[in-house]
């Protein structure tokens, strides 16, 4: 491709509407058109990195015994109705009528029609194990679209659905899968950590991410200093040292004016903040619930969703919580009643906690669980902390932050059970179906891999899903000689199947190509100069470092054989 061609220019200046630097990239080197609020257009650059990193999905799909189909978009609302995800998705869930006032939705994932053709297809535990996989456009309606790809309410996904006997065929399904997504991304050029997570609307008991690290992610993981335990905060745990057992103390009343958050509490009376107790308040599927823990602790309001078996969870505002007769800063649950309760385990350590009193600027000393309060829910709600210890090893916690490129669910019989997909077993008894589900998110991985691969001049491409391999650039391309050997040149990449880029343009400067090369990041750039061409050379560098390589002309494609950068990440 000549770059005179390309529908597509370079930015000289960042687009002020980037937040990341994916996104800012993106937009800069023209991979990107922004058609409105989350939702782009994918260019002829960014296309054929897309489709490189299919081919490679495809490959190692396939390898894992997966069969590809491609299921409608578009889906009667009636099977999400059955599967209850009409509620638990909510307003992310698009939604239409067609002409005959049949309500539609645009699907965000595809349970239900796959478990639908199954159905139809399985009749016996002969017919399984079977995995079924798609490269297709999804829809959900993001409140807060942001970075360009990695959040948007239109994208392309691989999702891929397994469909076994029992759990133990489940589990080599997973397995197997997890060892396809391990190559992919390997295949890829991008370093991957595999953590527990929640499985969120998906459903099923076991789940794992695979994270992409970059400063600028979205997730924050949770990862040990001495063993492999690594999970998403919002699935974490952590071990927090307990309070010393002491004597238990009488209730005692004291006096706290303005005091209405934990760290006032803790300084006023001069006591670290484990010793007291925190309330927090929230409506969950419109019913106030009153959440005590520890007051070093904080909630995780993913694991308290979890707890309460609910579809929306959201903090409770001031006049719902003071229409419950409740006093924000000052309230705990002792003599609380009528409202449902859920307490974190931390309350169950240690004595005589600090809380609040029940009526303004007054709190209470020598509070004890269970002795003086009840909770209808004890379980675990912390969010996991770095300098917690491992639940594993008993070792330091630390954090990072990345970007979710890949997600791998158990589903278990929930779909398979609401659906009807049913088979026979050995003993002519009907069974549900097991299942498993699978994501990748395609225009997401480009995103999260240049946010992981970039530098202040621009993009860094791993090789193996850069649009092309070799940027080639023309200096002074109006002398004749220069031009016939750079036309020359690129002729002869693209016969030995060298994907080649060639900056053709008469009317720009050698800094402006220079820059241009630097920022798509393609793995090598070559450069034929009236100088080095009186040299008989041509000039490569590797986009990864600054070292400048002056190659014999007739020697160009022997030396890219021998760099990393072409073939490999």
């Known amino acids: 491709m000549r770059v005179t061609r390309?529908?597509?220019?370079?930015?000289?200046?960042?687009?002020?509407?980037?937040e990341t630097a994916s996104?800012?990239?993106?937009?800069?080197?023209?991979?990107?058109?922004?058609?409105?609020?989350?939702?782009?257009?994918?260019?002829p650059l960014a296309w054929r990195s897309q489709r490189k990193i299919?081919?490679?999905?495809?490959?190692?799909?396939?390898?894992?015994?997966?069969?590809?189909?491609?299921?409608?978009?578009?889906?009667?609302?009636?099977?999400?109705?059955?599967?209850?995800?009409?509620?638990?998705?909510?307003?992310?869930?698009?939604?239409?009528?067609?002409?005959?006032?049949?309500?539609?939705?645009?699907?965000?994932?595809?349970e239900e029609v796959v478990t639908g053709i199954v159905r139809a297809n399985v009749q016996s535990y002969r017919d399984l194990p079977v995995i079924l996989y798609q490269i297709q456009t999804k829809f959900r309606d993001e409140p807060r679209p942001r970075a360009g790809l990695i959040r948007v309410r239109e994208f392309t996904m691989k999702d891929a659905y397994s469909f076994d006997a029992d759990e133990q065929s489940l589990d080599?399904?997973?397995?197997?899968?997890?060892?396809?997504?391990?190559?992919?991304?390997?295949?890829?050029?991008?370093?991957?950590?595999?953590?527990?997570?929640?499985?969120?609307?998906?459903?099923?008991?076991?789940?794992?991410?695979?994270?992409?690290?970059?400063?600028?992610?979205?997730?924050?993981?949770i990862t040990c200093t001495g063993c492999d335990y690594a999970a998403n905060a919002e699935k974490a745990e952590g071990v927090f040292p307990e309070a010393l057992a002491e004597p238990e103390d009488s209730l005692e009343e004291v006096s706290t004016p303005g005091v209405k958050t934990i760290a006032e509490l803790a300084q006023f009376l001069a006591i670290p903040t484990e010793k007291t107790f925190k309330a927090v308040f929230y409506m969950a599927d419109a019913e106030l619930v009153f959440v005590t823990i520890r007051g070093d602790l904080e909630v995780n309001e993913v694991k308290l969703k979890n707890a309460l078996h609910v579809d929306e969870l959201r903090m409770a505002g001031d006049q719902e919580v003071e229409a419950a007769g409740l006093v924000a800063g000052s309230a705990s649950a002792i003599g609380i009643s009528g409202i449902k309760r859920v307490g974190d385990l931390s309350i169950v350590g240690g004595n005589n906690f600090v809380v609040g009193a029940n009526k303004p600027d007054t709190h209470l000393r020598g509070a004890n669980y269970p002795r003086d309060f009840q909770v209808d829910i004890l379980t675990d709600i912390?969010?996991?902390?770095?300098?917690?210890?491992?639940?594993?090893?008993?070792?330091?916690?630390?954090?990072?932050?990345?970007?979710?490129?890949?997600?791998?669910?158990?589903?278990?019989?929930?779909?398979s059970e609401a659906l009807g997909a049913v088979f026979l077993d050995q003993e002519g008894q009907q069974q549900p179906i097991t299942m498993g589900c699978y994501g990748i998110g395609v225009g997401r991985l480009l995103a999260a891999a240049i946010e992981q691969n970039h530098d202040d001049k621009g993009i860094v491409f791993p090789a193996p899903i850069a649009p092309y391999q070799v940027y080639l650039m023309g200096l002074n391309l109006a002398d004749e000689?220069?031009?016939?050997?750079?036309?020359?040149?690129?002729?002869?990449?693209?016969?030995?199947?060298?994907?080649?880029?060639?900056?053709?343009?008469?009317?720009?400067?050698a800094g402006v190509k220079l820059n241009d090369a630097d920022l798509l990041g393609l793995p090598v750039r070559l450069v034929v100069s009236p100088r080095n061409l009186r040299n008989g050379v041509v000039e490569l560098k590797e986009r990864r470092n600054d070292e400048v390589q002056l190659v014999p002309m007739e020697q160009v494609i022997e030396a890219l054989g021998q760099l990393s950068s072409p073939d490999q990440g």
């Not at 390309?6 to 980037?18: C, F, G, I, N, Q």
């Not at 990239?25 to 023209?30: E, N, R, S, T």
């Not at 300098?387 to 932050?401: A, D, K, M, V, Y």
Request: glycine content about 10%; aromatic content about 6%; some cysteine.
């Open 172 to 221: 080599r399904s997973y397995r197997s899968i997890e060892q396809a997504y391990r190559n992919i991304f390997q295949r890829c050029g991008l370093p991957v950590l595999v953590v527990d997570a929640d499985s969120g609307a998906i459903g099923g008991k076991d789940s794992q991410e695979f994270i992409l690290r970059t400063p600028s992610g979205e997730d924050t993981i």
């Open 54 to 110: 299919e081919n490679i999905i495809r490959e190692e799909m396939d390898a894992a015994g997966g069969q590809e189909l491609m299921m409608p978009a578009l889906q009667p609302a009636e099977l999400w109705e059955q599967t209850g995800r009409d509620v638990t998705l909510g307003e992310t869930l698009f939604s239409l009528k067609d002409r005959h006032g049949r309500q539609m939705v645009l699907a965000p994932t595809h």
């Open 382 to 415: 912390a969010l996991a902390q770095p300098g917690q210890l491992c639940p594993r090893c008993g070792h330091i916690l630390e954090s990072t932050r990345g970007i979710e490129v890949g997600h791998i669910f158990k589903l278990g019989t929930f779909y």
């Open 23 to 43: 996104h800012r990239l993106m937009l800069k080197a023209g991979m990107v058109y922004q058609v409105a609020a989350g939702i782009y257009a994918s260019l």
């Open 481 to 509: 000689e220069v031009a016939a050997a750079a036309e020359g040149l690129y002729q002869k990449l693209w016969d030995q199947g060298i994907e080649t880029l060639y900056d053709d343009r008469v009317d720009q400067t």
């Open 6 to 18: 390309l529908v597509t220019k370079t930015l000289r200046s960042d687009p002020p509407e980037a």
